[in-house]
């Protein structure tokens, strides 16, 4: 079996999103530089009481940095030891990790790209599409749109800074939609997959990344096919 090297990073920030969920922003220590891809993971180590070493893997929900620093978004899972430990560190605190891992990234070479997410699976799409908007010749030409589900609005994380990504590109197209919205409600509403093809219409020629749980996941692959979508175009990642 391989072996992995760990690594050390220290929480320098902890930000509630929800009542239920955090975004945790890491700084690698010592002199150890992390590189990863927008749209791979980390698997992060530690014991619990009983002396049983725990590990999991949480999506990357920050672009790549100089000095490999990271965040994460992630939920509170009753009795879920490790999604409780990790929210309740306090700054300063250290974790250890290994990674990064997995082949949810970006495919080349960039088409029109939509990007399809529900509650946390919005973590690997913070990275790639921060990323992606950084640089003008990572999307030149190319019309990008996100397609976030939640059920209320204040479980649309990050709702603010995609927002201010849209106002600030002309070709990112921000659509959040929930399924149980309130009167007060202006966007849409429904599920992902009732506005997944308004979005793409008749085009067989675009990406599609999708991220979430798997009934989700699920919808929206059969969905695209049914539109005459080669699976290759198609790539998806799930959380349960």
Known sequence: MAQFKTFNAQLARSVALSEFTKHL?????????????????????????????????????????????????????????????????????EIAFQGPFGSFILHPPPRDSVFIATGTGIAPFRSMLQWMLAEDDRHQGRQLWLLFGARREQDLYYHAEFDQLAANHDNFHFLPTLSRAGDEWKGLRGYVQQHLGEIVGMRTDMHAYICGLAKMVKANRELLKTLGWDRTAIRYERYD
């Open 25 to 93: 922003e890491f700084e690698v220590r010592g002199t150890d530089h992390v590189g990863f891809v927008p749209g791979q993971w980390l698997s992060v180590k530690t014991d619990t009481p009983e002396g049983e070493e725990m590990t999991r893997a949480y999506s990357i929900a920050s672009p790549p940095t100089e000095n490999g620093s990271f965040a994460f978004c992630l939920n509170r899972v009753q009795d879920g030891f490790m999604s409780n430990y990790l929210c309740n560190l306090e700054e300063g605190a």
